[in-house]
């Protein structure tokens, strides 16, 4: 071969100028698509990769539920800057404890409580406080109704007989204001001499006689209107006649099968009553009471109507009616003339234990169980005076023979005075160490107050000036009832220890 002959050409590798990155893409991507296909499938036959279930994540719920949020969150804070908030603290705190949220929390000031009153109104809303309001508003009235004093509506003979008791208390306290003025007019010295007098003699007061009266504690006794006899009722169910200054049995009185809680004379026994009239009223512990005479041991009528216990009955001072109290928390007023119950009062609370009547006749004063007195006009039905302020029961409650004053004993310890004319209490006597059982007024002119109790004493004080004269020690046991005789020569105090005393000034 010649140098002259050409070489034959050798074929050269072709050069690219340029990016091949898209070329890379497609291999890789044909790569990538076999080998996933293939390590899938792989997963699925080794049971590694479950897709029998054909559950799947929606993202796109997820994502919307949280935007709705977010939404919501921002609507909640717009609602919030358009609620306006008191910058009074106290009502901030009144709003929220209506809407029942703590009115405030550890470490937070007024801003923090007015910032969280409105987070919780944007949440809950405006209105739900004007409802919260209404709510209480209702609530309130709902107990104030229940506290109001409400009537029973009464028959016929009830108007007639409330007519009766005007025509009668009116020129009876006309006489006694006249009596009052004519009292007013005796110099001051002769007053203050007969007051001295008064108080010396009270503070001679001796036990004069003591009597066993019963085989159980004695509850209750009282003086007949003529001064010469003792009545007393017992837990034994008996009721006892007694003659005093003696003290001897003049006739047991049985009808009672429980305890007899008291027993009174009629207004006029032993005075213008023939001893066959009904002159006794007494009741007892299951309800029962009953009307006696003075020449029989057995009682002359029952008065049916009560279910629970009667504590206390009460004549008025005309001697037609009769007034009980019972544990049923009302007391009830009997026509005897017409021989009928004329009245059901209710208002209060709980059992009324004791009653009294005006001497005029016009009101009628109840004390309770409940801690509260009421002073009742019989004429209209009314409750004219609300007595207030004891912390326990009232056991006891008189009327002063002035007309305007009431005594209240109570199981606080205490007997207050209220004054019917200012309507409040002018004075409250730390009388005992023991719940006060009894409250006596002097039956003529007032001018003591007798108080008996269960730290086994009796008490006489001054009126007015609330002073202690005398102490009454000798019972051996609680003092259950006193009273003193209209002639004003005597008192008497009955006990649990089953005697009753008499004291008389030397």
């Known amino acids: 071969m010649s140098d002259d002959e050409e070489a034959p050409l050798v074929k050269k590798a072709r050069i690219f100028y340029g990016s091949l990155e898209e070329k890379e893409r497609e291999r890789l991507g044909r790569e990538a698509s076999g080998s996933g296909k293939d390590s899938v499938k792989a997963g699925i036959e080794a049971g590694n990769i479950n897709i029998s279930s054909g559950e799947s994540l929606e993202l796109e719920e997820r994502v919307s539920e949280r935007q709705s949020e977010v939404l919501a969150d921002f609507e909640r804070r717009k609602r919030a800057r358009q609620i306006t908030v008191s910058t009074d603290d106290a009502e901030v705190k009144?709003?929220?404890?209506?809407?029942?949220?703590?009115?405030?929390?550890?470490?937070?000031?007024?801003?923090?409580?007015?910032?969280?009153?409105?987070?919780?109104?944007?949440?809950?809303?405006?209105?739900?406080?004007?409802?919260?309001?209404?709510?209480?508003?209702?609530?309130?009235?709902?107990?104030?109704?229940?506290?109001?004093?409400?009537?029973?509506?009464?028959?016929?003979?009830?108007?007639?007989?409330?007519?009766?008791?005007?025509?009668?208390?009116?020129?009876?306290?006309?006489?006694?204001?006249?009596?009052?003025?004519?009292?007013?007019?005796?110099?001051?010295?002769?007053?203050?001499?007969?007051?001295?007098?008064?108080?010396?003699?009270?503070?001679?007061?001796?036990?004069?006689?003591?009597?066993?009266?019963?085989?159980?504690?004695?509850?209750?006794?009282?003086?007949?209107?003529?001064?010469?006899?003792?009545?007393?009722?017992?837990?034994?169910?008996?009721?006892?006649?007694?003659?005093?200054?003696?003290?001897?049995?003049?006739?047991?009185?049985?009808?009672?099968?429980?305890?007899?809680?008291?027993?009174?004379?009629?207004?006029?026994?032993?005075?213008?009553?023939?001893?066959?009239?009904?002159?006794?009223?007494?009741?007892?512990?299951?309800?029962?009471?009953?009307?006696?005479?003075?020449?029989?041991?057995?009682?002359?009528?029952?008065?049916?109507?009560?279910?629970?216990?009667?504590?206390?009955?009460?004549?008025?001072?005309?001697?037609?009616?009769?007034?009980?109290?019972?544990?049923?928390?009302?007391?009830?007023?009997?026509?005897?003339?017409?021989?009928?119950?004329?009245?059901?009062?209710?208002?209060?609370?709980?059992?009324?234990?004791?009653?009294?009547?005006?001497?005029?006749?016009?009101?009628?004063?109840?004390?309770?169980?409940?801690?509260?007195?009421?002073i009742w006009d019989l004429r209209t039905g009314r409750c004219v005076m609300f007595l207030e302020g004891h912390l326990k029961e009232i056991y006891s409650i008189d009327f002063s023979p002035n007309g305007y004053h009431a005594a209240t004993g109570s199981g606080d310890n205490t007997c207050k005075v209220w004054d019917l004319r200012r309507r409040k209490c002018i004075y409250t006597i730390p009388s005992h160490q023991n719940l006060v059982s009894s409250v006596k007024f002097q039956p003529n002119n007032g001018h003591f107050l007798l108080t008996g109790a269960y730290d086994n004493t009796a008490k006489v004080w001054t009126h007015p000036g609330w002073s202690p004269l005398k102490t009454l020690a000798g019972h051996e046991g609680k003092v259950m009832g006193v009273d003193m005789s209209p002639d004003g020569q005597l008192i008497a105090t009955c006990s649990y220890d089953r005697t009753f005393k008499l004291w008389m000034s030397e």
């Open 94 to 374: 009144a709003c929220l404890r209506a809407l029942r949220e703590p009115i405030t929390l550890f470490g937070e000031g007024p801003a923090e409580r007015r910032e969280r009153l409105r987070n919780i109104l944007s949440v809950v809303g405006p209105d739900a406080l004007k409802k919260s309001k209404k709510d209480d508003e209702k609530s309130k009235r709902s107990q104030e109704e229940c506290q109001q004093t409400w009537y029973h509506e009464g028959p016929t003979t009830l108007k007639e007989a409330r007519l009766w008791l005007a025509r009668y208390s009116l020129p009876r306290a006309v006489k006694r204001l006249e009596d009052a003025r004519a009292h007013r007019e005796i110099p001051e010295s002769t007053r203050t001499v007969r007051t001295q007098e008064l108080h010396k003699t009270l503070r001679n007061l001796n036990n004069f006689c003591s009597q066993i009266g019963d085989d159980r504690p004695i509850s209750f006794c009282q003086f007949s209107p003529n001064s010469k006899m003792l009545v007393t009722a017992s837990w034994s169910g008996l009721c006892k006649l007694w003659n005093v200054p003696d003290c001897t049995l003049v006739r047991t009185l049985r009808g009672h099968n429980t305890h007899v809680g008291a027993i009174c004379f009629h207004p006029q026994a032993t005075l213008t009553l023939e001893d066959s009239d009904v002159n006794m009223a007494s009741c007892a512990a299951d309800g029962s009471v009953k009307l006696w005479s003075l020449d029989s041991d057995v009682p002359v009528a029952d008065i049916e109507g009560h279910s629970m216990r009667v504590a206390r009955v009460a004549w008025h001072p005309s001697g037609r009616f009769l007034g009980t109290t019972c544990y049923d928390n009302s007391w009830r007023l009997w026509d005897l003339e017409a021989q009928e119950e004329i009245l059901h009062q209710e208002g209060h609370s709980k059992g009324v234990h004791d009653m009294q009547f005006h001497p005029d006749g016009s009101l009628a004063a109840t004390g309770g169980l409940d801690s509260f007195g009421r």
